[in-house]
Nanobody, 125 residues
Framework: VQLVESGGGVVQAGGSLRLSCATS????????IGWIRQAPGKEREGISC????????YYVDSVKGRFTISSDNAKNTVYLQMNSLKPEDTDVFFC???????????????????WGQGTQVTVSS
């Protein structure tokens, strides 16, 4: 299993970015894909996840209404569209996966065994 994130960068507050998570070795029918953020010196925080098998998705309150997760099953890729970005969204964003179902607990606990290398998002004020 391999995951590769891309799409991070520097954006002004109020702007948008779309992160991509290209996967290989992942059967989208059986795996959940999650996005997790981490600031320097802080614990990782699960923010969103999706079950590509049926498109069901979950978000934590801090990103609900601003971020949208989606999957392109033909491309084995998951996206995170991030709008209305705030300086406090500055973090390294990871995608991760495991053979589990995404749900209201998993979105927070992010109990994945397989992780990408992360992509830096910096939001300037």
């Amino acid at each position: 299993v391999q995951l590769v994130e891309s799409g991070g960068g520097v954006v002004q507050a109020g702007g948008s970015l779309r992160l991509s998570c290209a996967t290989s070795g992942v059967t989208f029918d059986d795996y959940a894909i999650g996005w997790i953020r981490q600031a320097p010196g802080k614990e990782r925080e699960g923010i969103s996840c999706i079950n590509p098998s049926d498109g069901s998705s979950y978000y934590v309150d801090s990103v609900k209404g601003r971020f949208t997760i989606s999957s392109d099953n033909a491309k084995n890729t998951v996206y995170l569209q991030m709008n209305s970005l705030k300086p406090e969204d500055t973090d390294v964003f990871f995608c991760a996966t495991d053979q589990i179902d995404c749900g209201p607990i998993v979105v927070h606990s992010a109990p994945y065994d397989y992780w990408g290398q992360g992509t830096q998002v910096t939001v300037s004020s």
